[in-house]
């Protein structure tokens, strides 16, 4: 036989109470996540301007050989895609905050936070591709601009 | 949702203008961030379509945007340890301000690390 829920009345004046369904941690999970990833990012980013930057002739030493070199390296390769993903993460989060505080019509934040999820997935899965499935040294490309451990 | 009226300061004061520059500057490195993903990408096309975007990062113009970009991304870093702080530290909230002014000189003083040498490789004419 099956439990019936016994009927409650309330006394006069019971405070309404609030809908408990939707009540999760989320926000909170976001909250620690921004800080968390924060601080590890900090470490990610620093260490990637200053190799593309700072550590030799910076921004005008960088072209394809360059990219090839540094992911001829698993551990540029793991660099980069934590870096991809917590960034990624860390900023679709922090867009999301700005477009719940500034969009006051329900519409207007729904198309918004559509287009952030969108560009968000679109921009992780090409940028894990691209680290996955990268070729140093793809066939018929001019030699001079590859990176110099590519078969001649 | 209520609207705030028009042309408040909030509370004003470094706990304001922090917030919003670490709002401002977060919003602005997303979306370099998005482009940044894609550039990069094109190394999966060939190496020609990557040298050829990357070269537009090398002139003068893009070089002082990546200036500006370093510098918005600096005070986030450092800003958002303050911010970290004053939220798991217990005496975080109460020197804030202090905080505040720390991460402007470590600001400074990387910017002035940074800046020549930076500089240096985008108008150095390599």
């Given at each position: ?17 609030r ?10 999970y976001?909250?620690v ?18 190799l ?14 360059f ?7 698993p551990?540029?390769?793991v ?16 867009v999301r ?24 997935t ?31 | ?8 300061l ?15 500057t ?5 979306f ?16 020609e ?5 990357i ?7 893009m ?6 970009l ?5 005070y ?6 303050r ?15 202090v ?21 240096g ?6």
């Amino acid at each position: 036989m099956a439990e019936t829920t016994p009927l409650v009345i309330e006394a006069p004046r019971t405070p309404a109470r609030r809908r408990t369904t939707t009540r999760t941690n989320y926000e909170l999970y976001g909250w620690v996540f921004m800080r968390a990833s924060g601080v590890v990012l900090v470490v990610l980013i620093f260490g990637h301007l200053f190799l593309n930057l700072i550590d030799g002739d910076g921004i005008s030493a960088i072209d394809f050989g360059f990219v090839a070199g540094k992911w001829a390296s698993p551990l540029w390769q793991v660099w980069d895609l934590l870096m991809l993903w917590l960034a990624m993460i860390h900023g679709t989060n922090g867009v999301r905050t700005i477009i719940n505080d500034y969009a006051e019509r329900t519409g207007t934040r729904v198309v918004l936070k559509s287009a952030l999820y969108l560009a968000f997935t679109v921009v992780v899965v090409l940028g894990t591709l691209v680290i996955f499935t990268f070729d140093p040294c793809p066939a018929g490309a001019a030699a001079d601009l590859l990176p110099s451990f590519c078969p001649r | 949702m209520p609207e705030a009226p028009a042309g408040t300061l909030y509370r004003g004061r470094e706990g304001m203008w922090s917030w919003l520059a670490h709002r401002v500057t977060g919003f602005g490195i997303f979306f370099f961030l998005l482009v940044h993903v894609l550039d990069t990408a094109l190394v999966r096309v060939s190496p020609e379509a990557y040298n050829a975007v990357i070269g537009t990062y090398k002139n003068p113009i893009m070089g002082l945007g990546e200036a500006a970009l370093v510098a918005a991304i600096v005070y986030h870093a450092f800003n958002g340890i303050r911010v970290t702080l004053v939220d798991f530290w217990s005496e975080g909230p109460r020197y804030h301000r202090v905080m505040l002014w720390i991460v402007v000189g470590l600001w400074v003083v990387t910017m002035a690390f940074f800046l020549p040498r930076h500089l240096g490789n985008v108008f150095g004419g390599h």
